[in-house]
């Protein structure tokens, strides 16, 4: 008899200036982990104060959540580094629920993630993108995140880009050869 696999609730969050958009997500959707995305160079990271604010909160809360620590090169606004990232745990969740908060991080995590979600997609994985929006917008003072609460939860749609058949591909080139 072949052994049921239940998909997991498995949730993508950049870490930034925020700490609210990430945990409270993950307690509201009940998730069982989450890979926490850091910037590869810690002691150039303004924000590498919220990761440890993240993963006391994530113990205090008792979320029962499976915390991996994931590094690619934000500061150098590398998106290809941050979309290398995602895709390697996507496929290493292959066949789980993953949801990708686009709302924490930088505006390269936002694209990269929703990138992600268009591009690796598949029948056995499904992908989420959601944004949360804070209940308050705080004035930035030394440490202090941008944003506090979580009004609401909402999933953006995700639109499925697939790769061109082998043929196509074939057939374009040879266009392409004769072109003036």
């Known amino acids: 008899m072949e052994e049921m696999s239940i998909p997991r609730r498995v949730h993508i969050a950049p870490v930034g200036f925020e700490k609210d958009r990430v945990i409270l997500p ?40 499976e915390v991996e620590l994931r590094p690619s090169d934000v500061i150098g606004r590398d998106l290809f580094s941050v979309l290398h990232s995602y895709r390697e745990i996507i496929e290493a969740e292959a066949g789980n629920k993953i949801y990708v908060n686009v709302s924490t991080g930088t505006k390269i995590h936002s694209i990269a993630g929703m990138m992600a979600c268009m591009i690796f997609s598949s029948e056995k994985t499904k992908l989420t993108p959601y944004y949360v929006v804070p209940e308050d917008y705080n004035e930035p003072e030394d440490h202090s995140p941008f944003a506090s609460g979580c009004k609401d939860i909402f999933a953006l749609p995700s639109y499925k880009i697939t790769k061109p058949e082998e043929k196509i591909v074939k057939a374009l080139k040879i266009i392409d050869d004769f072109a003036l």
């Open 26 to 65: 993950l307690q509201k959707m009940s998730a069982e982990k989450v890979y926490l995305i850091i910037e590869q160079k810690s002691e150039s990271d303004k924000g590498r104060i919220y990761l440890d604010t993240i993963q006391q909160a994530i113990k205090k809360l008792k979320l029962h959540c």
